[in-house]
């Protein structure tokens, strides 16, 4: 009962951010998409040359000259016209943008639920619950070692963010032949698993 309520509390709270995110990566709309997609890149980027400190200092002198720059603007343009249109962002000054103790709470929540099940899988996995499991995870790492060697944190940022604005739209358009593969690919994994498992004492899964 705790883990099916659980499940539909973080389904509830995940279903509007996830109608986004799909919106966002596949493209519904080019111009926002490819505003997000451009700003992360050039943030990304902008990492790579600069340090963390230099890239936020640089992105706020920016975000403060344009303000600055359109709220003399308008101060000028009403003293001209002689008009009384207020400051110019009014509007964003007048929206509240702080959290209430209830969505701290729900945000809590979620993130103690998420914590809890990665505490309990890794546990799972270090402490070899299932063998075959743990040496998967252990291929993992043994393979993470030589991408660590070959590409450092940011690198790996940036083409995980590439990946994520162009692979749900390349197998939207080519699923079927890409199921294909995947297929062939699960049908050998699960060979060699089932081999492994055959020659290991104790690799074997329980019958469900």
């Known amino acids: 009962m705790q883990a ?29 998409t490819g505003i997000l997609f451009g700003s992360v890149l050039l943030l990304l980027f902008s990492l790579t040359q600069f340090s963390v400190v230099s890239v936020i200092a640089y992105l706020a002198l920016a975000a403060l000259s344009a303000t600055i720059s359109f709220r003399i603007y308008k101060s000028v343009l009403q003293a001209v016209q002689k008009t009384d249109e207020g400051h110019p962002f009014k509007a964003y000054l007048d929206v509240e943008i702080s959290l209430s103790q209830e969505q701290i709470q729900k945000y809590a929540d979620n993130a103690q639920l998420y914590l809890n099940s990665t505490m309990k899988e890794l546990r799972r996995l270090f402490l070899v619950q299932d063998l075959v499991d743990s040496l ?16 450092n944190g940011l690198t790996l940022l940036i083409m995980a963010v590439i990946s994520m604005f162009t692979m749900p739209v390349v197998y939207e358009k080519y699923q079927v032949q890409i199921d294909q593969y995947l297929g062939l690919v699960r049908t050998h994994v699960n060979s060699v698993v089932a081999k492994i498992q055959a020659k290991i004492p104790g690799a074997k899964r329980k019958a469900e």
């Open 136 to 151: 998967k995870f252990a291929v993992l790492m043994w393979l993470l070692t030589y991408v660590g060697a070959l590409f």
């Open 4 to 32: 099916s309520a659980d499940s539909a509390k973080m389904e509830c709270f995940w279903s509007n951010w996830k109608c986004q995110a799909i919106d966002l990566l596949y493209w519904r709309d080019l111009k926002q």
